[in-house]
């Protein structure tokens, strides 16, 4: 399939958010029927995290996020003895 001159709708048949992409590349080719609305849809919800996961989950992220603040923080420093130096 390809451009059949359907008049600006695009170069794939049907409509919809993934008319753009060839038949074979969407979503409900590939998930089956109504996958855009159990994968992307706004009913998706995420299943329950068990509050000691949650409890490790969060511990992760708060090291990983306060890794991050430190690497800022020294390029913060960098930029601003940088700074220090230009304006001598």
């Known amino acids: 399939m390809g451009w059949r001159g359907r008049g600006g709708t695009g170069p794939w ?15 409900g ?16 919800t995420a299943p329950p995290i068990k509050p000691e996961d949650e409890a490790t989950l969060l ?6 996020i306060e890794e991050q603040l430190k690497t800022m923080q020294e390029t913060l420093k960098k930029i601003q003895e940088r700074l220090n130096e230009l304006n001598k």
């Open 59 to 64: 511990a992760e992220q708060k090291t990983l």
């Open 13 to 27: 048949p049907g409509r919809g958010p993934f008319s753009h992409l060839p038949p074979w590349e969407r979503p």
């Open 29 to 44: 080719w590939l998930y089956g029927r109504g996958a855009c609305w159990y994968l992307y849809g706004p009913y998706r």
